[in-house]
């Protein structure tokens, strides 16, 4: 079925650095989301995006629904310890809104 | 954000016994809820969808018998399993979401199944 390309699919990375990962498809969304999950807790919801063009930020995440529509970013800016986890990009592309899932990226700081 | 709540948040049952597992909407009308299953540093897979009201409607190679959706209000669904095995075994994550477009898909903080 439909899939979502996430990258990266896994980041080491210091603690205060800048993140970015991102999901791409060839197909049009019409929303995209992007949700964190935890181990053993199910994925909360950190950004979710529903116009074209749309920049949205929230504390030190930023996204951003690509202009085409069939891409999305997502920025995490000066990392801290609590960062850690599975970071998964999320869209629906018809009404029914079932959500089309990237593979995920995990981010790992490091001490 | 939008709450929403599963209970339990672990069971473990014998074999060929049922389990009801409850995801609830706290503090939003939820006209459509999710039931996922994930395996071990995999994605969510989602088994069905359903309406408050209608019967769910069930991905492909999701036994619409063995595992009963019931949706049977605004803020409350159910996925019960039918005479449980130790493949069902597994992470169920439940999401609901409101009316309308422009609304995200809200997940509960999943149960965590063991069959014996």
């Known amino acids: 079925g439909q899939q979502l390309n996430q990258s990266p699919q896994s980041m080491f990375i210091q603690e205060g650095e800048d993140v970015s990962m991102n999901c791409t498809s060839s197909?049009?969304?019409?929303?995209w989301l992007w949700y964190k999950q935890d181990p053993g807790e199910g994925p909360v919801l950190l950004i979710a995006l529903y116009k074209a063009g749309e920049l949205t930020s929230n504390g030190r995440l930023t996204a951003q629904f690509g202009i085409t529509r069939k891409d999305s970013f997502l920025n995490i800016s000066a990392s801290i310890p609590s960062d850690v986890g599975i970071y998964f990009c999320?869209?629906?592309?018809?009404?029914?809104?079932?959500?089309?899932w990237g593979a995920g990226t995990k981010l790992i700081i490091k001490p | 954000g939008a709450v929403v709540s599963q209970h339990p948040s672990r069971v473990i049952c014998k074999s060929g016994t049922s389990v009801k597992i409850e995801c609830r909407s706290l503090?939003?009308?939820?006209?459509?809820m999710f039931w996922y299953r994930q395996f071990p540093k995999q994605s969510l897979m989602l088994m069905a969808t359903s309406n408050e009201g209608s019967k769910a409607t069930y991905e492909q190679g999701v036994e619409k018998d063995k595992f009963l959706i019931n949706h049977a209000s605004l803020t409350l669904s159910t996925l019960t399993v039918t005479s449980a095995h130790p493949e069902d075994s597994s992470f169920y994550i439940c999401?609901?979401?409101?009316?309308?477009?422009?609304?995200?898909?809200?997940f509960g903080p999943g149960t965590r199944l063991l069959v014996l």
């Open positions: 999401s609901a979401r409101g009316r309308g477009p422009a609304t995200a898909q809200y």
């Open positions: 503090d939003f009308q939820a006209t459509t």
């Open positions: 999320a869209g629906t592309v018809d009404s029914n809104y079932q959500l089309i």
């Open positions: 197909s049009i969304f019409n929303t």
